[in-house]
């Protein structure tokens, strides 16, 4: 499921009149998105190299090369940044990027398919994988945890989930 590009950020809005952006890091490391430089816009029309000015509630401050008015960076709002996967750190074995997460078939320890990765949330507490379809109504969330969730095989190109009985109950 490897990609060329992995998400990194999302440009929030602008950030004061001369051109910086409000930044939202999506790296273990929110700084860390800096060094990746340079990042792309998804459809790759255009890539900027990033220079962090300060913090600021829940993103960060940042100028990127070919934005130097307010109006240049409103217009980038809701903007995704996409790094080259060579330019970011090879993970531990037990760690994943999302990128390599969505769309791989999840199956229950019994080998019945329970739908595909959607999207991988984390709203604090923990990363939950939300999976589609194997004729479910609704999406199926997972914690993404090693007692729920104990095989990721990126090589093999599959998930195996031991969800609770209660979950289970809930989507049939």
Request: proline share 6%.
């Amino acid at each position: 499921m490897a990609t060329d590009r992995v998400c990194v950020g999302v440009i929030a809005g602008a950030f004061g009149v001369r051109g910086e952006v409000r930044l939202k890091s999506f790296c273990a490391q929110p700084e860390a998105i800096a060094a990746y430089a340079p990042l792309f816009t998804e459809d790759g029309a255009r890539s900027f190299t990033v220079r962090l000015t300060r913090p600021v509630t829940g993103a960060l401050g940042a100028r990127l090369s070919g934005v130097s008015t307010k109006e240049e960076a409103d217009a980038l709002k809701g903007v995704t940044l996409w790094v080259d996967r060579s330019r970011l750190p090879n993970l531990p074995d037990d760690e994943f990027y999302h990128a390599d997460l969505i769309g791989l078939p999840v199956y229950d320890t019994g080998g019945a398919l329970l739908g595909h990765v959607r999207a991988v949330h984390n709203h604090g507490a923990g990363d939950i994988l939300e999976i589609l379809g194997a004729g479910r109504k609704a999406a199926l969330l997972l914690p993404f945890t090693r007692a729920i969730v104990p095989t990721v095989d990126l090589t093999a190109g599959r998930i195996v989930a031991d969800p609770p009985d209660e979950i289970e109950a809930k989507e049939e």
